[in-house]
């Protein structure tokens, strides 16, 4: 990744290799890797490159006494190469400079969070980074290797897409690029049937709002001349799905269903949409965003 580039496909962000040239000094498996998947990442040379936030994360946990390892934890669920979409922890060591970083901190993907350092037992500059899956937990798992590391980390190649970064000794691994992603619309007209329960996961823009009526409609879901939706139960969020704390709708601003299930109370072929209720009033809405549960 570049600095300051974001990544984002159907409202999930992309896990991104975080720098912009990465060689890959001691690899997985290997020396004081055993076990593992952890990676030493160099840059493009002997000095110090940046690491930028693969994704918007948070930092949970640090350890000054042990090459100021610090943990980092995506904000919301997020895309993995390999098209898990879970939480995300990167544990990134070896920093000599710990200014800016605190447990708390937020910082948004493509923005700085580390640079490569000795800090610890380290030879030559780099960035011991491992990745895992799923809500940060604890700090180290040690193996039957006796080496220490991420509880639940996997693969790098399976975590970060590597859109835009320069690859430099470890082209042979099998790396993703976010282009790569099949978004799977099966889900769609001839799938739904009446009496089935189905849900819109997606985040939705307000194309228009009737303020007279408390609602408010959006093309993708209900077309130009189609019915308005009821605000009442829909969330408002930001383009990412993150609730917000103003609830009040106004064009342009991004919105999502609630979780319950709808079901589907008719169908209409020509327009290929699928009749529900929301909030007691019949809607038709397309059948393809929908997504049969
Ligand atoms: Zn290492």
Redo the contacts with the bound molecule.
């Keep these: 990744m570049n600095k300051g580039q974001k990544s984002i496909t159907n409202s999930i962000q992309n896990i991104l290799m975080p720098m912009e040239v990465t060689g890959i000094s ?1 690899a997985d498996n290997e020396g ?2 055993l076990g593992t998947y ?3 990442l160099t840059g493009a040379d002997c000095g110090k490159s940046n690491a930028y936030a693969p994704v918007d994360v948070e930092c949970v946990a640090m350890d000054t006494k042990n090459g100021n390892a610090v943990w980092w934890q995506s904000i919301a669920p997020v895309r993995f190469a390999n098209g898990a979409i879970d939480y995300a922890v990167f544990m990134l ?1 070896h920093d000599n400079d710990m200014t800016g970083i605190h447990i708390g901190i937020k910082y948004d993907q493509g923005t700085q969070i580390g640079t490569e350092g000795t800090a610890g037992y380290a030879t030559g500059n780099h960035i ?1 980074f491992e990745v895992a899956k799923g809500k940060f937990s604890h700090m180290y798992d040690k193996n039957s290797q006796g080496t220490y590391h991420l509880p639940n980390n996997v693969p790098v190649e399976e975590a970060c897409f590597i859109d835009d970064t320069k690859m430099l000794n470890c082209n042979n691994w099998s790396w993703k690029y976010t282009k790569d992603i099949e978004i799977i619309t099966k889900n769609d007209y001839d799938v739904i049937n009446v009496g089935d329960t189905f849900r819109y996961t997606a985040v939705y823009e307000v194309n228009q709002v009737l303020v007279s009526t408390d609602s408010i409609w959006c093309h993708k879901l209900t077309g130009d001349g189609g019915a308005s939706l009821p605000a009442k139960p829909l969330i408002k969020c930001d383009a990412y799905g993150r609730t917000t704390i103003n609830q009040v709708f106004m064009v342009g601003d991004y919105f999502k269903f609630p979780t319950d299930k709808l079901t589907c109370l008719g169908k209409d072929k020509a327009t290929a949409a699928i009749q529900f209720k929301l909030n007691g009033k019949l809607i038709w809405g397309y059948a393809e965003p929908a997504h049969k549960e």
């Design positions: 001691q004081t890797h952890a990676v030493d060591i011991h």
